[in-house]
């Protein structure tokens, strides 16, 4: 098993190198960090340009990639372009532990993920709460009657949740239980922010402030887990060991929860494990719609000033992930079936 | 000799691959419902545009009395902040968001079956450096991915002229850049498709006649995967069309002048409260559109290949 994951691991290095490449490169194409410099009436063009230097964004591409590795302390450049090196690098480079600092907020990019990660795991991991109940709820019972009329009602709702733009729920939920309860004079929900304006922040508030985003969140993703519970439930409820456990005669409720369950839940533990990496990007529409300070908004905040550093460190962090979560998924299969074995 | 030819002709034809998936599909009730859902949103969109011009559902209206009128007899889906008819736009823009459906998928298809098959067939180091490939593109999150490369078409206004009408060049970004996102699932299912088919006896029997390799692939071994193609293709058109209205929607997709059902919504995120018929009416041709896409993907899978058949 060690002899498994390290190989994995070591499988990992190559794709995150390309990934890295891949995104260093989409980066230096998207256009100068420091444009919106150019419309500040404050900033002297003398300061831009050693700004420019600083941030080393006048060096040739390769030069570039190397700096972000492994930081530019080991050399001195020319700063105020006198043609003598003036101004020594202070960027140790990711390998040596340094995420760098972000252009939009001057802050070192640790921090600026600091404060938008638990927010975002938060929202995430209420909504991927809400989301297991609700479907585990919702596939059992559907997959103990299947094509009866509840099921059927399901089936629909889950095609329109399927074909729907998450940022339409939001607006839907929004419009009814936010402007129209406001409207009818009836207690509203708040849409935006994680606490009160006001500056209340008690967990009432924050619960408040949650209901809207992780509702819009759940919706869709509930109506695919259900459907799958179903199918998986479905599946092992045919299947001849239940059979067998219905001719010994064992009480319905022990069949289903006990025999069932248990050999339905491998397939939906996998699915879980492969959706988890899914919440650190963040929910960046239902974010940016609820001005939830989590990853989702750092990314489009990011992005729409274009701050590589946090940029890089953001696509690396969901990579990673990804790739953690699907080693994760793959053990947590092998401990929990005995028939699956890595060699 | 005569008796042989007539109990040939008594003979019922058996019915080709076609009339079966014909047969299939046609008892699907849900995927022929669907299939006319999209014609009428397809018939709207090109009808409508006999009764407005672009012209007139991309004009700014200088008079402020027009602007972010609720629906009324005169408008009947309302106007947009700077005065244009709603229903005009939603017309327009209909036909540019099925259009970037439709061509997005092309390219998806394209190039996600050509990578399956030349992964599949030729194995090796070829195999292992497009499946690497695939497993990166995979693992940066889709959204994140799309909105990275659509973000130098924010606030570029540049047309260019197709079938006499002026579209925002933004419209041939988001094509390209969804088109090049979503082709990594297909190309794994056929690569799989591949493997399992590249050794069996038609396969080898046309090996052993000398033919080609590009003909084995396309003439004998293309054709079995056709089944999961059209399926993903139809699947990914409303896919498409959904991630298109989301990056819209988030200021990343097709610019103004030129309608999607996508930006007509982008300008209700900062005012939802008040514009409601600004996002609910896009919103709901989306809806309709998509779920007709899904009943039609969901039939045809069942109609052309049901040991894919899901419950």
Redesign the interface.
């Known amino acids: 098993m060690t002899r498994y994951i390290l190989r994995r691991l070591l499988e990992a290095v ?2 995150l190198t ?2 890295t490449i ?2 260093f490169l ?2 230096q ?3 100068d960090p420091l444009a919106y410099l150019a419309q500040d009436p404050r900033v002297r063009e003398g300061d831009r340009a050693l700004l420019r230097a600083r941030y080393g964004l006048d060096d040739p591409l390769p030069v570039r990639f190397v700096t972000w590795l492994v930081g530019d302390d080991w050399r001195v450049r020319d700063c105020n372009g006198d043609g003598t090196p003036d101004c020594p690098g202070v960027t140790q480079g990711i390998l040596r532990g340094d995420l760098g600092e972000s252009i939009r907020t001057r802050q070192p990019v640790e921090v600026v993920f600091a404060n938008a990660l638990p927010n975002t795991l938060l929202l995430g991991l209420t909504v991927q709460v809400v989301v297991i109940i609700v479907a585990l709820c919702l596939g059992i019972f559907t997959a103990l009657r ?1 094509y009866s009329a509840v099921d059927n009602v399901l089936t629909g709702f889950s ?2 949740a ?7 729920i939001a ?2 939920l ?2 009814v239980f ?2 129209q309860f406001r409207a009818w004079g009836l207690p509203f929900l708040p ?1 935006g922010g994680m606490y009160d304006a006001r500056g209340d922040r008690s967990l009432d508030e924050l619960i408040r402030h949650m209901i809207l985003p992780v509702l819009s969140l759940s919706l869709i993703q509930i109506a695919g887990y259900s459907r799958y519970i ?2 998986t439930m ?2 092992v409820i045919n299947s001849d060991y239940i059979r067998t456990a219905r001719a010994k005669g064992l009480i319905n409720r022990r069949i289903v929860f006990l025999h069932a369950l248990k050999n339905a839940s491998l397939p939906i533990i996998t699915l879980i494990a492969l959706d988890i990496p ?1 919440i650190l ?1 963040g929910a ?2 239902t974010e ?2 609820f001005s939830w300070p989590g990853m989702g908004r750092l ?2 905040q990011s ?2 000033q ?1 701050d590589p550093p946090v ?1 890089m460190v ?2 690396l962090i ?2 990673v992930a ?2 953690l979560f699907q080693l994760v998924a793959d053990i947590l299969y092998a401990m929990l079936d005995p028939r699956v074995r890595y060699n | 000799m005569a008796a042989i030819a007539t109990l040939n002709e008594k003979k019922p034809q058996p019915e080709s691959l076609w009339q079966m998936t014909l047969r299939r599909f046609l008892r699907h009730r849900m995927a022929v419902a669907g299939a006319l859902m999209l014609l009428s949103v397809i018939a709207f969109v090109i009808i409508g545009s006999f009764f407005f011009t672009e012209g007139y559902a991309n004009r700014v209206s200088l008079d402020r009395s027009m602007y972010s009128l609720p629906p009324s007899s005169d408008f009947i889906f309302g106007t947009d902040p700077v005065g244009r008819d709603v229903f005009a736009r939603v017309i327009y823009g209909g036909q540019i968001s099925l259009m970037i459906g439709i061509t997005a998928v092309t390219i998806s298809v394209t190039l996600g079956t050509l990578v399956g098959l030349v992964a599949g067939y030729f194995g090796g180091l070829v195999d292992s450096l497009l499946m690497r490939f695939v497993e990166a593109m995979l693992s940066i999150p889709t959204l994140v991915l799309l909105l990275m490369l659509s973000r130098s078409l924010a606030g570029n206004t540049s047309t260019f002229n197709f079938l006499g009408r002026d579209i925002s060049i933004t419209v041939v970004g988001i094509v390209l850049i969804i088109g090049l996102t979503s082709w990594m699932g297909l190309s794994r299912i056929v690569r799989s498709l591949v493997l399992s088919l590249k050794n069996q006896e038609f396969v080898i029997a046309a090996r052993t006649l000398g033919a080609s390799d590009v003909r084995i692939v396309f003439v004998h071994i293309l054709p079995n995967c056709v089944a999961p193609i059209i399926v993903t293709a139809t699947l990914g058109i409303g896919g498409a069309i959904i991630t298109e209205t989301a990056l819209s929607f988030l200021g990343f997709g097709v610019q103004q002048p030129t309608a999607t059902w996508g930006n007509i919504l982008d300008r209700a995120r900062q005012q939802v409260d008040e514009l409601w018929w600004l996002w609910l009416t896009p919103g709901f041709f989306i809806v309709i559109t998509v779920l007709a896409i899904n009943f039609l993907g969901d039939g045809l899978r069942d109609a052309l290949d049901p040991r894919m058949r899901q419950n």
């Open positions: 190559p794709l390309l990934i891949f995104v989409l980066l194409v998207s256009g299947p095609f329109i399927f074909s729907m733009p998450v940022f339409l607006l839907l929004v419009q936010a402007i849409t179903r199918a479905l599946e899914g990007s960046v529409i940016t719609i990314f489009i992005l729409e274009l940029l953001f696509v969901t990579a990804v790739v």
